[in-house]
């Protein structure tokens, strides 16, 4: 049986990458920073195939054969999930053999970049629990000003099927860049939020390696709708 040891587990992509991993029957090792488990591991159930770890509680062991997954994604978050640097350079000294497989944002630079293992260049990711660092969490949640986002105008991938298609390309050791299906996703998903015209100018993404086109499992609306009702559930708990 596979066995993934995933890092910023409670984060947006964290999450969606233990949920998908765990809907293919792999065992999943949980790492992030915060020591009680939130609200939406209840999503997935009780499943004897997770095991989650406090990260100040983890013994710096990688079980050999293992894989393991960084998903830098979610550092778009600011100051969110900095320890993964930590983790890079303890995996970089690692003996026994474990895949590594690394996500990032488009913007991320290429200098920074780690040739080994698989990596995955993704643009906007949009759905339920996005954080508020997002354009479409604050027009949703009504914030007034708006003058920083961390959208990448590029495209817009509904945050499960990007895990769902990470997981499945995840033995492969090659560079991967994610697209939608259509170059005007994330123009199309913001309309089910907003008349109002956003800036549409994508990152650079040039990154190389094998586009791969995300098929959407669901319509922008249905997803926008579930990405609000996620917030009014979260709303009525404070």
């Known amino acids: 049986m596979n066995h993934a040891f995933v890092f910023a587990a409670q ?12 809907e293919e029957g792999w065992t999943v090792t949980a790492i992030d920073e915060d020591k009680g488990t939130k609200d939406k591991w209840m999503e997935i159930g009780r499943n004897a195939n997770l095991e989650y770890v406090p990260y100040g509680e983890w013994d710096r062991d990688v079980r050999a ?26 995996v970089s000294k690692k003996n026994q053999p474990f895949h590594v497989i690394r996500i990032y944002p488009n913007e991320k630079g290429n200098e920074d970049v780690k040739e080994d293992g698989t990596s ?11 954080p508020e660092e997002f354009l ?3 027009l949703l949640t009504g914030r007034e000003e708006i003058s920083e986002y961390v959208d990448d105008p590029s495209g817009a991938i509904y945050v499960k099927d990007a895990a769902r298609t990470i997981v499945n390309l995840s033995m492969k050791k090659e560079r991967f860049s994610l697209k939608p299906l259509s170059n005007q996703s994330w123009k199309e998903a913001l309309s089910y939020i907003t008349n109002e015209t956003f800036s549409d100018v994508p990152v650079n993404s040039a990154r ?12 922008h609306k249905s997803i926008i709708e579930e990405q609000k009702e996620g917030i009014r ?4 708990q404070e």
């Open 120 to 130: 995955f260049y993704l643009p906007t990711l949009y759905g339920i629990h996005q």
């Open 208 to 219: 190389g390696g094998e586009e791969v086109i995300v098929r959407p499992s669901k319509s």
């Open 65 to 90: 054969g293992s894989n393991v997954f960084l998903p830098y994604y979610d550092q778009l978050r600011g100051d969110k999930v900095s320890y993964l640097s930590e983790v890079e350079t303890l």
């Open 11 to 22: 984060q947006f992509l964290g999450f969606e990458l233990c949920d998908a991993l765990l």
């Open 233 to 236: 559930i979260h709303e009525n």
């Open 136 to 138: 479409f969490a604050q």
